[in-house]
């Protein structure tokens, strides 16, 4: 990365305070995790008492001490964080196998899903932002308006359902997951559709923000130049405009892809698709606390990374931004 | 600017609309699509005020012989798999949906202009410390942060709104804080300083006023993300409970489970909270549009 406008030292500066906030802001987070977790009315051996009929108190002084839950909750936090950052996450308290083993094993179908629903995010998003902002006013620009609205307000999981009726009504089938598909194409058609309804949400956001950002773009001064020294209109558009237009979509672009996640909750649930953000509602309604904190906490980590990332990407394309806060 | 155009320019930029129907038709004629967006809104509004006078069956009331009745004479959107009337849900989930999400965006947007304004005006190590608060609430998407919320404190109707109104909080603090920022600078303030105001007096009757319009615009779109969000947490289970009448808890299992042979119940309790969405940001475009100049695409 050779930067001459910017110095090494600012550089070097920078790095180590951007690092010392991003880990101030996932303590923050683990701390409202932890918290939040142990303040939900009943803890598992409460439920499991209840559940088992069990009365005798010994028993349960003992399966308390069994989860650790028995010592005071600064410990009991210490032992979690610790354990987090070396890789020992504990037990998942419903099917008592490994925390890590029971989210690795969901995370490749969630990540497929993410890059698919990213692909169809700015394979729609940025052509369509495009035309509408060069035909500003038109028939098309207003029809790419609303089908761009009514994207960012269709609930993702409705879309899905909507989606999953034409199936039947259609073919009379539901396309149903599996985790042995006979090629890698009958995998991306299957994930194709959830992505999609996924995608077509963020592509919206894209289209919208792509649309606003090239209309500035072509209003600036260099444009017009470019115009005046007989550019064509494609070259004026896409290497001019667009090439200066894509730095705010880049953006937007990066936390969307961190904030996927929300989208995929409830889609995975409705396409019965065994990610790991299906893993989290099923987690959260059998109150299997090892497995939500840890993950959401895993998610923390991913969007606070990904912010910086774009961060460093922002300052890397513009050169106008510099190494200060 | 003595152009020809200079009268009509006028007219445009609504210069000459007197009284608040004069106002009305310069917003229709200068933004269609936002006037459009503010007769749904007031329609599901309404509909919401006035549910007993325009439903003839209760929301609660079952009809076991009506089980996944067609719509018809009677049922208008048809029945649910224990006979409700699935237009009067429909009317009377437009109370909940509008509640949670009047709620959490006047809950979230009280507290991030206290935060935002306090913050960007006090500055300092008060500054320095909400805005570390407000990075960690932003660590985590806004369904994620409200589902381990709405978890935590039990499912409810004042729970889920407490629920979706905190991760609400970081956006508007921010956009007033840097407001603030900016108008501290103004002359205006440096007088109002000089004449020996009280800073609470000055952020409240000074810097308040000009950070209306952002807020306004901010606001429809955390209402819009307020109500798909409580519609995702009761699509989940998680947000409202029975047997209040959520939108999106209709659409939850029950209905995927019917869609084949009652697509009613999938097709209408999502088209009412499209609608709605939808409406807003129409009228959150048009808004933002006419409050916010510099932010015109």
């Known amino acids: ?325 | 600017m003595s152009s020809p155009s200079y009268e009509s320019e006028l007219v445009r930029a609504g210069a000459r609309a007197e009284g608040l129907f004069g106002r009305s038709v310069h917003f229709v004629r200068l933004y269609p699509l936002g006037a459009a967006g503010a007769v749904i809104m007031t329609v599901f509004v309404l509909a919401a005020v006035f549910a007993e006078l325009i439903t003839a069956n209760g929301p609660l009331a079952t009809n076991a012989s009506r089980s996944l009745a067609a719509p018809g004479a009677d049922y208008w959107l048809g029945a649910d798999v224990m006979g409700r009337d699935l237009y009067s849900r429909i009317v009377y989930g437009a109370r909940i949906s509008l509640a949670v999400g009047i709620g959490s965006t006047v809950l979230g947007c009280l507290l991030g202009v206290v935060i935002g304004l306090a913050s960007g005006y006090l500055g300092g190590w008060f500054d320095l410390v909400t805005q570390r608060i407000m990075d960690i609430l932003q660590a985590l998407p806004l369904l994620v942060l409200a589902l381990v919320f709405a978890a935590a404190l039990g499912p409810s109707l004042q729970n889920t709104i407490i629920a979706i109104s905190i991760p609400l909080i970081p956006t508007v603090a921010r956009v007033i804080r840097s407001n603030t920022l900016a108008l501290r600078e103004q002359a205006f303030v440096e007088a109002a300083n000089a004449i020996g105001m009280s800073e609470w007096r000055i952020a409240a009757r000074h810097i308040l006023p000009n950070t209306v319009a952002p807020l306004i615009v901010l606001a429809t779109a955390q209402f819009a993300a307020a109500i798909l969000t409580e519609a995702s947490l009761s699509f989940l289970g998680l947000g409202i409970p029975e047997p209040h009448p959520s939108w999106g808890r209709m659409l939850s299992e029950s209905a995927a489970e019917y869609m084949r042979r009652a697509p009613w119940l999938v097709i209408f309790p999502g088209l009412a909270i499209s609608l709605v969405v939808f409406g807003i940001n129409l009228l959150g475009d048009a808004l933002r549009d006419m409050l916010d100049p510099r932010q015109r695409g």
């Open chain 1, 1 to 325: 990365m050779f930067l001459p406008w910017k110095s090494e030292a600012r550089l070097g500066a920078y790095l180590v305070r951007r690092s010392a906030l991003m880990l101030l802001t996932l303590f923050g987070i683990s701390v409202i995790i932890f918290v939040l977790l142990r303040i939900v009315p009943g803890n598992i051996v409460d439920i499991l008492f209840d559940t088992a009929g069990m009365i005798d108190p010994a028993d349960k002084a003992r399966i308390e001490r069994d989860l650790g839950i028995d010592l005071p909750l600064p410990q009991q936090y210490f032992v979690w964080i610790s354990g987090f950052f070396s890789g020992n996450l504990g037990y998942s308290y419903v099917s008592e196998k490994l925390v890590v083993a029971e989210i690795a094993l969901r995370i490749p179908v969630t990540l497929k899903l993410a890059i698919l629903a990213l692909f169809f995010t700015v394979a729609l998003g940025v052509p369509l932002g495009v035309i509408s902002a060069v035909r500003q006013d038109t028939a098309i620009d207003y029809t790419l308006r609303v089908v761009s609205l009514s994207g960012l307000s269709l609930p993702s999981f409705w879309l899905a359902l909507l989606i999953l009726m034409a199936f039947v009504s259609w073919f009379g089938m539901i396309p149903i997951y599996t985790d042995t598909p006979d090629s890698i194409w009958d995998e991306i058609l299957l994930l194709a559709v959830p992505a999609a309804a996924v995608g077509f949400r963020s592509s919206s956001l894209v289209m919208r923000l792509t649309r606003s950002a090239m209309l500035e773009v072509l209003r600036q001064d260099y444009i017009r130049t470019a115009r005046a020294k007989g550019a064509t209109r494609n070259s004026v558009n896409y290497r001019h405009a667009l090439r200066n237009a894509l730095l705010p979509v880049v953006t937007v672009l990066g936390i969307e892809a961190a904030f996927l996640i929300g989208g995929l909750i409830v889609t995975e649930t409705v396409f019965n698709i065994p990610g790991v953000a299906r893993f989290l509602v099923e987690a959260i309604r059998s109150r299997d606390y090892p497995i939500v904190q840890n993950l959401v906490m895993m998610i923390a980590v991913v969007v606070v990374l990904v912010n910086f990332a774009v961060d460093m990407l922002y300052a890397t394309l513009d050169p106008r931004i510099k190494y200060t806060d």
